[in-house]
C-alpha cells in the first residue's frame, strides 16, 4: 500500500486559490501575446545562435532570407543584447510593409539587407498556438485536478503545483524564443520552484524518503528554490545556473524512483515508482528522440516541427502520476482509464515513430517522390493502418500488464471452479470450495459469504478472518454493504466495516439472494477492474449454487414429509379397518348360531356399514363430484357428525354452481378439511368458521378459529423442520394447482388460514 502523507495541508484554500489564478493568468498571458503582439516575419530563428531554421513559402521567393543564416543583428538589437538582456523582442512594434534593417551571415560573408515585414501570416500564428498546446493541457490537467481529484492531501498539492508550474514552465519556454514580456528571465526564475516540487514529490512517493526531519528538509528546498528564483528576477545568477536548475529537474524526477526499485521490496512501491519512471520516459524521451536522430543522420538543419510536435507527449506526466496515485479511487471506471491511457500512448508512440521514421529515410528518398505530399500522405497512411491493424492489440496488452500494472483476470478461477460450485450439494461442501481453492487462488486472506433467506432474513454462511463481532448482526451489516456492490474500497476508507475491498451481489433471477464480501489480499490490498467481470461472475455462480442447495434440501424435506406423511395415512387407515370394521365383522361372526341369525346382526351390519363407508369417503369425497360448494359443505356436516358435541362449524361461501378443474377441486378440499382437522383435534377451538368466495375466475377459501394457535414462520423449510408436515402438505397442494397459501397463528389468538386460485403469477405464466 502507498505509504500515507499529510492530511492536512500546509497552505490554506484560499491560498492554493489565489496562486492558481495566478498560473492560469499567466498561462493565458504568455500563450495570447506572441499571437496578438509579435508581428510574424515570415522566419523563424534558434533561440540559441539567431540561425534561420524555417521560411515561410509567401516571402521564400525573395531569397533575401534562406534557411541556415544566421542574423546578427535585427533593427537596433543585436544577438548578443538579446541573450543578455532576455526581454528584448526582435522586429516589435514593427508593422506589415515597414523596412526593418537585418545583417546576416551566410557562407562567411557578412551582408546587410533591408527586410520589409509581410503581411500577418495565419499559419504562423497557428504555429504559435500549436506550441503552446502542451502548456495549455497542462493548465487543463491541474484545473481538473483542483476541481475533481479527492482527497486533498499533500499528495494533491503536490501534483496540482507540478502541473501549474509545468504550464507556466512551458509557455514561458515557447515565448523566450520572442523575448515577449522576459519570457527567458521568467523560465529561468520558474525552473527552481519546479525542481523543487518535483524533488518533494518523488521523495515522498510512493514511499517517503525524507526520514525524520522532513519537515526541516521541506523547508531548507523550498526556501533554497524560491531564493534562487528571486536571484534569477535580479539577473544576479550566471547564465549556468539555469543550467543547474535544469539538472535539478531532472535528478529530482528519476533519483527517487531508482532508489525505491533499488531499496525497496514492496511490489506496490516498486510498481508506482516504475509507472513513475515509465510517465518520465514516455514525457521527455519523443522530444529527445527526434531531436537527436537528424543531428544523428547529418541532419541538422531539419525543420525543428516534428521536435516541438513531440511536445504533446508531456501530458502524460501527469496522467500517469494521477492514475498510479488515484486509481484505487476510480472503481469501475479504472478500467475506462486504462483504455484512455492505452489510446494516448499508442497514437503517441505511432506519430512518433512515423515522424522518426520520415526524419531517417527523409535523405534515402528521391527528391521526386519528397515533393509529392499526395505520395507522403498516402504512405505515412499505409504504415499507420497496418499498425492499428496488427499492433494495437498485443500493445494494449503490454501496455496494460506491464505499464499499468493491470493483473491478468483470474479466468482460470472461473473455467475450473464454475462448474464445481454449481453442483456443491451442501452449503459445508462449497464453504470447503471457497476456502481451500477459490480463495488461494485469489489470495483473498479475509473473506465472508451472507445469504438472504426467502424470509428476508439475513445469516452468515462463513466468515474468514474477521474481528471478532463483525458479522454479529447481519442484517444491518447487508443492505449498506450491497448498496455499495461493485465499487472498490480503498484501504484507510472512513467507511463502516473497512476491512471490506469489495462487495460482490448474489443475484438469482435478477433478485439479491446475498452478498459476497472480500477483504485483505495479498499484495496490496486491490481488486483492480478488469478482474471485477470475473468475480461477478464467480458471485452469480455461487448464488445459482445457493439457490439449488435451498432447493435440494427443499426436496429432500418434502419428499420425506411425503413419507412420513404416506406411512401415517398408511397406519391410520389400518387402525381404523383394525379397530372398527375389521372388530365389527367379527362382532357379526358372533351373533350367527349354526344358521340363525340373532336379532343384533342388523345393527351391528348396519354400523359396519356406515364405518366403511366413512372410511372410502375419506379417500375420495362423493360429493365433490356435484362441485366444490358441495363437497364443502358434506364436509361441515361430516364433521359435525364426527365431532358430536365439539366445536361448531360453519359454512358462508358464495358462488355455489361454480366448477373448476378435478384436481383444483380436490386439492382445494384436502386443504380446508386438512385445516379443520387440525383445529379439530391441536387446536382446542370452540369455533371453526369456514367462509369463501367462489366466482368463475378466482376462488378463495378462509379458514379461522379461535383455538389456541401456534408459533409459525412464513418459511416452508422451518414448518418442516418443526413437523408441521400438515402446514407442509397444505402449501405443497397449493403449489401443484398454482395458488397461493397464506398461514396467520398467534399463540392464543387463534389461527386463520387463506387459500387463493390462481395467483397473479399462475395467471401470467
Known sequence: MIESVPERLPLPNRLITLLAIAGLVLTGLYVAGPVFWIPTAGFRLYNSDWRVNFVDDSVAGR???????????????????????????????AQPGDTVSVVRLRSGEVQTIEWVMPPVIPSELMYRLLLDTPAVLFATS????????????????????????MAVWLVLGTASGTGFGGASLGLHAVTWPLAAVILDLHLTLPRSLWGRRQALGRRVVYGLALAAAGLESLRVLPMWAYQVGLLGVVLGAIAPPLIHLRRSEAADVRRTAGLMLTGIGLAFGPGLLLMFVPNLLQQPDSPPMTTYLSLFALPLLPLLYIYALYKRYLGNLEFRANRVLTFYLFFLTLFVGLLAATAAVEGFVPPAIQGSLPTVVLLSGLAASAAVTFGFRPFQRL??????????????????????????????ALVRLLRAEVLPGLLVRQSALLAQDSDGQWRVIYAQALPEGELAHPALIAPGLLAAAGRYRSPGANEPHGWVRLALPLRAVAQPTGVWLLGRRDPDDYFAASELPVLQALADHLAMALVNIHQTQLLRAL??????????????LARELHDGPLNEFGLLAQKVVGEQITPDFRPTYTAAVARLRHTIAGLRPVTLSYGLAAGLSSLVSELAEQWPGGPEVTLEAEGDGCRYPD???????????????????????????????????????????????????????????????????????????????????????????RLVWPTATAEQN
Open 63 to 93: 531569397g533575401t532570407i534562406q534557411l541556415g543564416d544566421h542574423l546578427l543583428r535585427i533593427g537596433a538589437l543585436t544577438h548578443e543584447q538579446f541573450q543578455a538582456s532576455r526581454s528584448d523582442v526582435p522586429f516589435w512594434g
Open 142 to 165: 491541474a484545473v481538473l485536478i483542483q476541481l475533481l481529484l479527492r482527497p486533498r492531501t499533500y499528495v494533491w498539492l503536490l501534483l496540482l503545483g507540478l502541473c501549474y508550474l
Open 399 to 428: 501496455v496494460e500488464r506491464y505499464l499499468l500494472g493491470a493483473p491478468a483476470a483470474p479466468t482460470h478461477l472461473l473455467v475450473a471452479h464454475a462448474g464445481w460450485i454449481a453442483t456443491c450439494h451442501d452449503e459445508a
Open 559 to 572: 419428499y420425506q414429509a411425503n413419507v412420513n406423511r404416506t406411512e401415517g395415512e398408511r397406519l391410520r
Open 663 to 753: 384436481e383444483v377441486e380436490t386439492h382445494a378440499y384436502r386443504i380446508v378439511q386438512q385445516a379443520c382437522q387440525n383445529a379439530l383435534r391441536h387446536a382446542q377451538a370452540r369455533a371453526i368458521r369456514l367462509t369463501g368466495a367462489l366466482t368463475p375466475e378466482r376462488l378463495e377459501l378462509v379458514v379461522e378459529d379461535d383455538g389456541q394457535g401456534f408459533a409459525v414462520g412464513p418459511d416452508l423449510t422451518e414448518w418442516l423442520e418443526h413437523h408441521h408436515y400438515g402446514l407442509a402438505s397444505m402449501h405443497e397442494r397449493a403449489a401443484l394447482i398454482g395458488g397461493a397459501l397464506q398461514v396467520d397463528s398467534t399463540p392464543g389468538r387463534g389461527t386463520r388460514l
